[in-house]
């Protein structure tokens, strides 16, 4: 390890379904009290790698290092430092807002005393006070999203994994989330993904561009866009 | 440990919040009762025949329990979240064993109402009774372990329950086979089947080797699952 990195490292990842490889070697790193951009088209690789820092799945090879442990020698202490925002925001439809996020700060290690302001906390930020007994089976999509969010900050980790933040949200919510995005890089490590260039460049300063499953650019928006828009600069890098 | 409450926890309240969970605790019930009848057409006051059956409906509850276990969670996708908490998967097989545990203890404490029932009509034998509650734990838990595993390798929770109701049913079904065969081949499949290993509990007596016989049952079910919840990854 070089030094005291405390944010995502991913050294020559690959992970491969079968005879299909849907990332090759990939590697970069999210700086701590940086937004990342994790840019592509669908299919890219983009949940895939995500999925392979958050634990769910495991590399066929390479490391991946989160806040400074290694997901394959200490998979408990990678976790512990992250906030995970899957694509598909999930919830049992049973359960209130409030106990969903108390069962979610439980798990992940919050001590009894402070679950209360934690999940207050988390209401909070995620804009969901007036909703917090209603049951989650109730809400509709873009407040199911917000919960999403919501989970993935009650633990307060240095680490936010989020995939897809603002899809399905309608424009008021997304331009909402993106303010709560940019305010959590203020003091966190953030990993977004997205297929928005507007979004990334907006939120972003570095971006990563995946495409087939491989690292086409790395570098800041602005060097990547070399005078040009974000966008002429992806579309030229993806059809290449 | 205390994460696994936590899903324990969560999992036994979600059970009693579903029409899902409630339907199978009445469903469960009521199945007894309706064996309870049957069996005492017989006009005497003995049980054997009513945990007999009750054996084999656990097999049911449990495949229907343990459905929601795990498929239903990759199905609606919390399962993601559940994994890439921090988390250790004996601790999430733990948490799921005991959440399915506390669902079953409620439904085998609604059939206590038909032994009662006998022994104010009667003077049903207190032994077999007392054994054959201890089968059902027995045979529920290993029961329920074993339909976890098969819970966790599939995201479809139909083909958990019925994977899980073949595995059981080829299980009970190797002690009938091996009634027609002879020597080493019979033997080996009686000790297998689960079928032989409850006679005792009918009969009032508590032998080591089917208390072994269920716990070693029940801590293969939770080995494959923690095997199965790591493959996966």
Same mark, same amino acid.
């Given at each position: ?6 944010? =995502?490292?991913? /050294? ?26 994790? %840019? ?23 490391? =991946? ?38 069962? @979610? ?22 804009? %969901? ?46 331009? /909402? ?26 939120? @972003? ?12 650019? =790395? ?22 | ?5 936590? +899903? ?8 009693? #919040? ?110 077999? +009774? ?6 059902? +734990?027995? $045979?529920?838990?290993?029961? $329920?372990?074993? !339909? ?9 929770? #139909? &083909? ?10 080829? #299980?009970? !079904?190797?002690? +009938? ?18 079928? !032989?290993? &409850?006679? !005792? ?24 699952? &923690? ?7």
């Amino acid at each position: 390890m070089n030094g005291a990195h405390h944010g =995502v490292e991913l /050294e020559g990842v690959t992970r491969r379904f079968g005879r299909s490889t849907a990332v090759a070697d990939v590697s970069f790193d999210v700086r701590q009290g940086e937004v990342l951009g994790l %840019l592509g088209p669908n299919g890219a690789g983009k949940t895939t790698t995500m999925r392979m820092i958050t634990g769910y799945l495991r590399p066929t090879s390479g490391t =991946v290092r989160v806040n400074g442990a290694d997901t394959a020698a200490d998979p408990v202490g990678a976790r512990r430092s992250i906030g995970y925002m899957p694509e598909l925001p999930a919830a049992p439809p049973e359960m209130t807002v409030r106990s969903y996020l108390r069962f @979610c700060a439980r798990l992940r290690g919050v001590p009894r005393a402070r679950l209360r302001p934690a999940v207050a906390g988390a209401l909070g930020q995620a804009g %969901l006070h007036d909703v917090g007994d209603q049951r989650i089976g109730t809400l509709s999509r873009g407040f199911r999203q917000r919960v999403a969010l919501a989970q993935a900050l009650v633990h307060d980790p240095p680490v936010l994994v989020l995939d897809e933040p603002t899809s399905g949200l309608d424009p008021r919510q997304v331009v /909402e989330t993106r303010e709560l995005v940019t305010k959590l890089g203020r003091s966190r490590t953030v990993l977004l993904s997205s297929h928005l260039l507007s979004e990334v460049s907006q939120l @972003c300063r570095r971006v990563v561009v995946l495409d087939h499953g491989k690292v086409l650019a =790395v570098g800041d928006v602005a060097s990547l866009s070399g005078g040009g828009t974000l966008e002429e600069a992806y579309l030229r890098l993806v059809r290449d | 440990m205390r994460q696994a409450l936590t +899903i324990a926890a969560r999992d036994l309240r979600a059970n009693f #919040l579903t029409a899902f969970g409630l339907g199978s605790t009445a469903g469960f019930a009521a199945a007894a009762g309706v064996v309870l009848v049957v069996v005492l057409r017989g006009n005497q006051a003995r049980l054997a025949g009513w945990f007999g059956t009750l054996y084999v409906l656990l097999g049911v509850l449990a495949a229907l329990l343990t459905m929601r276990s795990f498929a239903e969670e990759e199905r609606l996708g919390t399962l993601e979240l559940l994994l890439t908490s921090p988390v250790r998967p004996w601790q999430v097989v733990t948490g799921k064993l005991l959440g399915v545990a506390g669902v079953l203890l409620v439904d085998v404490a609604a059939t206590l109402a038909c032994p009662l029932l006998v022994a104010s009509m009667g003077h049903p034998d207190a032994g077999p +009774i007392l054994t054959g509650y201890v089968g059902v +734990i027995l $045979v529920g838990l290993a029961f $329920v372990a074993v !339909g976890l595993a098969v819970s966790a390798a599939t995201s479809n929770p #139909l &083909v958990a329950a019925v994977g899980s109701l073949a595995v059981l049913l080829a #299980l009970w !079904g190797a002690g +009938i086979v091996s009634g027609g065969l002879t020597g080493w081949p019979r033997l080996a499949l009686e000790e297998l089947a689960p079928s !032989g290993h &409850v006679v !005792g509990f009918l009969r009032g007596t508590l032998s080591t080797k089917d208390v072994v016989y269920f716990v070693s049952l029940l801590a293969l079910g939770l080995v494959t699952n &923690v095997v199965v919840l790591e493959e996966r990854r």
